[in-house]
C-alpha cells in the first residue's frame, strides 16, 4: 500500500539524516520506502529555468517567488510520488525563516497536493543543534544562537499543529540525539507500523 509521510525539522536537527537511515533500515528489512527531499526538488526547479540558487539563498529571495517555488515544487513531487510504491517519505522544512518572518514550509495547496498520513518532527536540544549548524560547512545556516534555535522549534511545532488539524493527520515528534540517528530512524518506521 502507498503511504505519503513528511518528516520535518529545523536546519540542524539531522533529519535528512535520520531519513536516509530510515530508508536503509527499511531496505534492510525488505521493505519499499523511498525519500523525496522537497529542498533538492526545489533546486532542480530551479535548473529547469536556468536560475542557479543555492538551498540556503532561497529562503531570503521575495516570498511571492518562494510561494510560487513551493506550488511547482509540490507538483513535481506529487508526480514522483505517483512513481514510487511503499512508503514515500518527503523531507522538507515545516517552517521557512525568511526575512520577512516565518513561512509555512506545508501551505495548505501543498498539503491538499500531497496528502500525507502523517507529520514526523525530528528535533534534538537546542545546544546540540547550534552545535552541528556551527560546524557544518557545507551550508550557509543561520546564527546559530539557542533563544533564536528555541523560537525556531516552536514556530515549527505550531505550524506542524496547523497541518494536523488541515490534514487529520497525526504528528509524532521524534528526538534525534548526538549520535542516536539509528535510534531516531527505528522510531519513525514503529510509528510507521514497522517492527
Known amino acids: 500500500m502507498n503511504r505519503t509521510i513528511i518528516v520535518t525539522g529545523i536546519p540542524g536537527t539531522g533529519k535528512t539524516t535520520v531519513c536516509n537511515v530510515v530508508e536503509k533500515l527499511a531496505k534492510n528489512a525488505g521493505l519499499e520506502v523511498n525519500v523525496i527531499n522537497y529542498g533538492t526538488a526545489m533546486v532542480e526547479i530551479l535548473q529547469k529555468h536556468e536560475k542557479e540558487m543555492e538551498r540556503d539563498t532561497m529562503r531570503k529571495t521575495d ?3 518562494q510561494r510560487k517555488l513551493q506550488r511547482e515544487t509540490a507538483g513535481a513531487v506529487l508526480e514522483r510520488v505517483g512513481r514510487l510504491n511503499g512508503i514515500t517519505i518527503i523531507d ?3 517552517s521557512i525563516k525568511t526575512l ?3 513561512l509555512p514550509g506545508l501551505p495548505s ?3 491538499q497536493l500531497l496528502k500525507p498520513e502523517m507529520f514526523v518532527l525530528v528535533e534534538a536540544q537546542p545546544n546540540e543543534i547550534s552545535s552541528r549548524r556551527m560546524k557544518d560547512t557545507t551550508r550557509k545556516r543561520d546564527e546559530a544562537v539557542e533563544e533564536a534555535i528555541k523560537e525556531e522549534l516552536l514556530f515549527s ?3 506542524a499543529g496547523a497541518c494536523a488539524v488541515l490534514t487529520g493527520s ?3 515528534i521524534v528526538i534525534n540525539a548526538e549520535g542516536k540517528q ?3 530512524a527505528t522510531k519513525i518506521l514503529n510509528a510507521l507500523g514497522v517492527r
Do not use: D, Q, S
Open 182 to 184: 539509528e535510534e531516531a
Open 157 to 159: 511545532r505550531l505550524m
Open 100 to 102: 520577512e518572518g516565518y
Open 92 to 94: 522538507t522544512h515545516m
Open 109 to 111: 495547496h501543498v498539503l
Open 170 to 172: 497525526p504528528v509524532k
Open 63 to 65: 516570498i511571492n517567488f
